[in-house]
């Protein structure tokens, strides 16, 4: 499919989809629609075992989603794409990365906060100013509490101030702070740490994760116990330990 506002790529089992709206990567709702479409063919292709959402250029991540889309006849059209953008990333079943150089904002940063790992170059800045509109960010809202801790999620929000790479590495936004030149490199080598695992135990693990967040501790083990049973149960399992007892590289069915 040809987009207009991102671009799309993809090699030995990543995708990568790159936020393209210079100068700062503002996202419009025709750049949403675009993102929920690439991402939901992400999900079913066998040759993506692990996603990369990226911003193109040096200045920005993402400054977040256009103004003029909160106004008017286009404000619920917005909401609602906006909304399943987070619940296409959620539902996925395969890691998403997000790279982050310069300023993530708004609903740049509300993208970041839902990936499954971020790696940031040392300029990356990420912020929700949407209170300072008197508008709120429901996304951070609901993932910066889960990261930071309940006080430091309520100031991110409620403050409207950026945090710089460190700070973000430091509260568990960021997994890996680099130089702004080896953010390339060292994403890309991050991400093939990935590629190397089997694709269904890495569903099974990512859904352990993110079904279990909310759950008591009993709840939660018997869920993660019972994706753990089923992950027992793939091919891909009887071959990682037939392969383990055997002392040869396993060769996984689930690529």
Excluded at 53 to 60: D, F, L, M, N, Q
Aim: proline residues 4%; hydrophobic residues 45%.
């Amino acid at each position: 499919m040809a987009y207009k506002n991102i671009i799309v790529t993809k090699a030995d089992g990543i995708g990568k989809l790159v936020i393209n709206k210079p100068p700062v990567n503002v996202m419009d709702i025709e750049t949403l629609e675009e993102m929920c479409t690439c991402l939901s063919a992400a999900k079913t292709d066998p040759d993506v075992r692990v996603q990369i959402i990226a911003g193109s250029g040096t200045k920005a991540f993402s400054a977040g989603v256009e103004i003029r889309d909160h106004l008017g006849d286009r404000a619920p059209i917005m909401v609602e794409v906006f909304d399943r953008l987070f619940k296409i990333m959620l539902d996925l079943d395969k890691p998403i990365i997000g790279v982050v150089n310069g300023i993530a904002l708004g609903g740049g940063c509300e993208v970041a906060l839902a990936c499954d790992m971020v790696v940031a170059s040392e300029k990356a800045q990420f912020g929700q100013p949407e209170i300072k509109l008197s508008v709120i960010p429901p996304v951070a809202a609901v993932f910066s509490p889960r990261l930071f801790g309940i006080k430091k999620g309520m100031e991110f929000v409620l403050s409207g101030d950026s945090i710089d790479a460190r700070e973000a590495e430091r509260l568990g936004l960021v997994n890996k702070v680099v130089p702004e030149a080896d953010l390339e490199k060292v994403s890309m080598e991050f991400a093939q740490r990935f590629t190397a695992k089997s694709g269904i135990a890495l569903l099974y693990g990512r859904r352990a994760v993110y079904r279990t967040l909310n759950l008591n501790l009993h709840e939660a083990l018997g869920v993660a116990n019972d994706l753990g049973a089923l992950s027992f149960m793939t091919d891909d399992a009887k071959e990682g330990l037939t392969a383990f007892l055997e002392k040869r590289k396993p060769t996984w069915k689930h690529k």
